[in-house]
């Protein structure tokens, strides 16, 4: 559960940051690009905090506590590759098969 919210968390903030871009009049491509760039450090400063905290909890715990920590650092990992690398596939195949004029976030 904790790590599917810090998936939608991350995604949240990407459309957010496009929809930001959007609102200054760039084109849907530049303002996905820009608001990547611009999540990006946002996305990996939170999800790098939550391993150094699965980590700490992996050193220091024992049993199910190790467990917890694995189990998190393993969806931590999956929820940002998927935000970074999958979604941005996903908009980018949008954006370039359709020739899309106007985005709606």
Known sequence: VLTGGM?????VLIF???REELRLGKAPK??????????????????????????????FGTGPVRGFAVTLSIGIIASLFTAIFVSRV?????LQ?????????
Do not use: P
């Open 97 to 105: 098969g359709r020739g899309v004029k106007r985005l709606s976030i």
């Open 30 to 59: 530049l303002a996905v690009e820009a608001g990547y760039a611009k999540a990006f450090m946002t996305i990996i400063d939170a999800n790098m905090t939550t391993l150094l905290a699965a980590l700490v909890l992996f050193q």
């Open 7 to 11: 998936a939608v968390d991350a995604n």
């Open 90 to 94: 996903i908009f980018d195949t949008f």
């Open 16 to 18: 957010e940051r496009v």
